[in-house]
């Protein structure tokens, strides 16, 4: 692993765009004490207070996994990070991935991911995995729905490149399963699924709707059941948990 770490950056994410990945060795990072435009999901920005977080993302070159299985990436991250927070919440706190690849303790947020695959003629060539966890932060502008931090979980304060390193050694260590076998993280991912099997409120195309979670299929689509018996299969945009 070589991580490469800035003082401050827009995102780590778009100075990841900007790079000539080729020539990047695998496992490098890029992380930045803060971030002055970090990029959420849907569009959103990622508020992170500056020396309080982890924002950084992750270079990979997943050149085994072929394009209609590129969701496996993103169980085996999330995997990654819940194991490394299960080693360090407390037992009394339930941690779940919210589909696609939110962490969340209990009801609330930790940590966010965003990921790009980069596609060439023979493939997937490489992936940027942004993530922002958070560590040593109290205090959340009144936006962000539901947050917590390391610190509020545990009353402890966190050396950040300790962090960071032992954050990334979880995920490589996932990701490196994959490719013995890449269906490696399937059973795992389900049984860290905020809400499977349970029936639960959702916003789906702006109605609200009751639905139980059956399963995420092949291209990462979220399976569910609705309270008339109907299948229903959606992407992020189409899909609102309410929590
Ligand atoms: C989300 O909205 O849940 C995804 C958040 C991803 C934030 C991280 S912080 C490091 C990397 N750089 C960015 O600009 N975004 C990602």
């Known amino acids: 692993m070589n991580i490469i770490s800035f003082d401050s950056l827009p995102s780590t994410n778009k100075y ?13 990072v890029i992380s930045a004490k803060a971030q002055t435009a970090g990029i959420g999901q849907r569009g959103n920005v990622w508020e992170s207070h500056p020396n309080e977080n982890l924002t950084f993302s992750l270079i990979l070159k997943p050149t085994f996994l072929p394009i209609s299985h590129q969701f496996q990436l993103t169980k085996s991250i999330s995997i990654g990070i819940a194991n490394w927070l299960r080693s360090i919440v407390p037992n009394q706190y339930k941690i779940h991935i919210k589909w696609p690849n939110d962490i969340y303790v209990d009801n609330r947020k930790i940590c966010g991911t965003l990921i790009s695959t980069k596609v060439n003629s023979s493939g997937i060539s490489a992936a940027i995995a942004g993530i922002g966890l958070n560590v040593n932060q109290t205090h959340f502008s009144d936006w962000i729905p539901n947050p917590v931090s390391l610190k509020q979980l ?27 076998d890449i269906h490696t993280p399937d ?41 008339d018996g109907q299948q229903i299969t959606c992407q992020m945009k189409e899909i609102q948990y309410v929590i």
């Not at 545990?154 to 013995?180: C, G, K, P, V």
């Open 16 to 28: 990841c765009e900007l790079l000539d990945l080729n020539r990047c060795e695998e496992f490098t």
């Open 154 to 180: 545990t009353d402890s304060t966190f050396n950040l490149d300790n962090a960071l390193r032992e954050l990334n050694t979880h995920i490589i260590s996932q990701y490196q399963h994959l490719l013995d």
């Open 187 to 227: 059973q795992d991912y389900l049984n860290r699924l905020l809400n499977l099997g349970e029936r639960k409120q959702y916003i789906f195309h702006n109605q609200p709707i009751h639905a139980t979670i059956q399963d995420v299929n092949q291209f990462g689509h979220l399976v569910l059941k609705t309270d």
